[in-house]
């Protein structure tokens, strides 16, 4: 049984920075780590858009920005689709095939956008790799709750008391060792 390991916090980069740290601990450990990571571009402070980066490959693109035109929105930006397909479902395609685990950052904000990222996402998720996810943290959001009822399935909320210890018990909980 794969573990999979939701990380849910509050909007801000602590998420961000425990994740890069536990991706860093786990290649250091020598694993293939692959997957998604999105981060935030702000233009004086104020939010302007996301990009999104394949982790093996480091190809990253502005998928979202105030000034697309789009029916799709994440946090009222515009989506280009085609550019966030273009970067995550071979990256996730690739990670089922050949990662030792997998990552899916801001799975919340990605997962219905398409239905082809929806496919993507939820064929991951029930992938037999060990997977770990970040959300914003919402006690209604249905990917969430979605994934607190896989099997398996360790969710951490992380707080600004946590986040130094944090990524050393997930990677405590990836060894088994918890």
Do not use: W
Not at 24 to 43: A, E, H, R, T
Not at 68 to 88: A, C, H, N, P
Request: proline share 3%; charged share 30%; with cysteine.
């Amino acid at each position: 049984m794969a573990i999979k390991i939701g990380i849910t916090g509050p909007v801000g980069s602590i998420k961000a920075e425990a994740l890069q740290k536990i991706i860093g601990m786990l290649q250091n450990d020598g694993l293939n780590v692959q997957g998604v990571l999105i981060s935030k571009v702000s233009d004086d402070g104020k939010l302007t858009g996301y990009t999104i980066e394949d982790i093996l490959t480091k190809k990253k693109v502005q998928f979202c920005d105030e000034k697309f035109v789009s029916r799709v929105k994440i946090d009222k930006l515009g989506v280009d689709t085609r550019l966030l397909e273009e970067i995550l479902i071979p990256s996730l395609q690739k990670a089922r095939e050949s990662a030792d685990v997998i990552i899916i950052d801001e799975v919340g904000k990605l997962e219905n956008t398409t239905k082809k990222i929806h496919s993507e996402i939820e064929e991951t998720l029930k992938c037999g790799k060990p997977l770990i996810v970040t959300l914003h943290k919402r006690s209604r959001n249905p990917v969430l709750q979605e994934i607190k009822s896989l099997e398996g399935v360790r969710v951490f909320d992380i707080t600004p008391i946590n986040k130094n210890i944090l990524p050393f018990k997930v990677m405590h909980v990836l060894k088994g060792e918890e």
